[in-house]
């Protein structure tokens, strides 16, 4: 019921072209949206959110899209980049006690992008 | 300043040994997190401080003990640990109750590797 869902677990993108990543999750009490960026060696950076009331969100060449009835949201990662290889991970919050939010991430999907 | 400070970068240690991994921010944030990340794999919530109180334990072993000294400082004391227990530990921080504009904020995170 805490799972999220993510594919694909790689992807290969040649430069300029449209990234596409997918997640479906199954609890209804999750209530933001986050996706993180994570480049080797590094800790998980947030690259966009969104909340369930709202269908779409664009910040810059990244645009989430979020379909609540079916409880699915995707990346897009339009004129991909080379700088925009790295792992991308989907995740879903939920308030807990005290006011503190659990993240439940996707499995991750490495991203390539070729020159 | 978004910045979450993880000490050390790195650690070995022996199955005997007693170490503790720092983490630290000054945001003011007053949920702060730890999650352990096995390659290529997604981060797994381990505890969760709210407040400076310990609020979520996601039936960690006992060999993983977290201390928050105060709303800034986040320590995580390792004892007796198994080589299974290499991975990256991440440190993260937010603010509670922010809701659907909740953001974790994450650190750059310890390589530990366990002889």
């Known amino acids: 019921q805490q799972q999220v869902k993510q594919s694909p677990q790689s992807l290969i993108v040649q430069k300029g072209g449209i990234s596409i990543i997918n997640c479906a999750y199954e609890?209804?009490?999750?209530?933001?949206f986050p996706w993180y960026q994570q480049f080797p060696g590094k800790g998980p950076a947030l690259l966009i959110a969104?909340?369930?009331?709202?269908s779409e969100k664009k910040e810059g060449r990244f645009t989430i899209s979020f379909n609540k009835s079916a409880k699915q949201f995707s990346l897009h990662i339009m004129d991909s980049q080379p700088g925009d290889s790295a792992t991308y991970f989907c995740?879903?919050?939920?308030?807990?006690?005290?006011?503190?939010?659990?993240?439940?991430f996707g499995q991750g999907t490495r991203l390539t992008i070729n020159p | 300043d978004t910045e979450v400070t993880q000490t050390p970068k790195h650690l070995v240690m022996g199955m005997t040994n007693k170490k503790s991994l720092k983490c630290e921010q000054h945001?003011?944030?007053?949920?702060m997190y730890w999650y352990k990340q096995k390659a290529k794999k997604p981060p797994e919530l381990m505890f969760v401080?709210?407040?400076?109180?310990?609020?979520i334990n996601e039936s960690v072993p006992s060999r993983f003990s977290p201390e928050c000294p105060n709303s800034s400082l986040l320590n995580l004391h390792l004892h007796a640990l198994q080589p299974e227990d290499s991975a990256l530990y991440l440190c993260?921080?937010?603010?509670?109750?922010?809701?659907?504009?909740?953001?974790?904020?994450f650190g750059a995170g310890t390589r530990l590797s366990v002889l």
């Open positions: 993260a921080s937010s603010q509670p109750w922010a809701g659907a504009k909740n953001i974790q904020y």
């Open positions: 609890n209804t009490a999750f209530d933001y």
């Open positions: 969104i909340r369930p009331d709202v």
């Open positions: 401080y709210s407040y400076e109180k310990l609020s």
């Open positions: 945001m003011g944030h007053r949920a």
């Open positions: 995740a879903a919050s939920m308030s807990m006690r005290q006011g503190a939010q659990k993240l439940v």
